[in-house]
């Protein structure tokens, strides 16, 4: 093994315990709370060497912020991935929306609530807005779901993109009388006769 090699996975290593020490801290105190030099010590490392990895208190907590949005999109493209059909995989995002209390999802969405300008700094533009994110999220599957004909290939699917992710948010934060909402089978029942069915209209046509 080179010494190239070596120093490289020690510093892979060494960021991934700088990044567990960090998520651990912000889960316990927050973002404005946690200090480097806490970061440095529940990691078992120097200050100097948290600061050759991460020159600020910004860089460190958005690499953590990163790391955890990527753990939860992971994790629910996983899920999702056991279903072939839009309307069973939408019931399935709902029912992972409605586990968003659950970590890594819980840590984000607290931070998000309790400490918005400190989770903006740090986090970046790129992972800040939750409707964006979700709406990215659930594209690559509206565009299959165009190739097997569940939708019309004539809609916008950055449209309808943001308009799946608000609705999903919109289900998953509002239970109502008429639907279990941890019922996949009735949930994805409910999305096949109310949602698909306009996602499957040509939007060129005229409403009658």
């Not at 190239?4 to 709370?33: C, F, S, V």
């Not at 929306?97 to 840590?107: F, I, S």
Request: proline share 5%.
């Amino acid at each position: 093994m080179t010494t190239t090699t070596t120093t490289a996975r020690l510093a892979t290593t060494a960021t991934t315990r700088l990044l567990e020490a960090t998520e651990k801290l912000l889960a316990d105190k927050g973002i404005r709370a946690t200090t480097m030099q806490e970061v440095a010590e529940a990691a078992g490392v120097s200050r100097a060497w948290l600061y050759r990895h991460f020159p600020d208190k910004p860089s460190l907590i958005g690499a953590a912020i990163v790391r955890l949005n990527q753990t939860l999109w992971d994790d629910a493209r996983t899920k999702l991935d056991e279903f072939d059909s839009l309307d069973h995989q939408l019931a399935a995002g709902v029912h992972i929306g409605r586990g968003a209390y659950d970590d890594p999802g819980a840590l984000l969405l607290r931070l998000r609530v309790d400490e918005p300008e400190e989770y903006n700094t740090c986090a970046g533009v790129g992972v800040t807005g939750l409707v964006p994110d979700l709406a990215a999220f659930w594209r690559p599957y509206l565009e299959l779901a165009v190739e097997r004909g569940q939708i019309d290939p004539n809609h916008d699917l950055a449209e309808v993109s943001e308009w799946v992710a608000r609705m999903l948010i919109s289900l998953g934060t509002t239970p109502g009388d008429t639907i279990d909402l941890d019922d996949d089978d009735a949930l994805a029942g409910q999305i096949r006769r109310y949602l698909l069915p306009a996602l499957r209209t040509d939007p060129r046509k005229p409403h009658r």
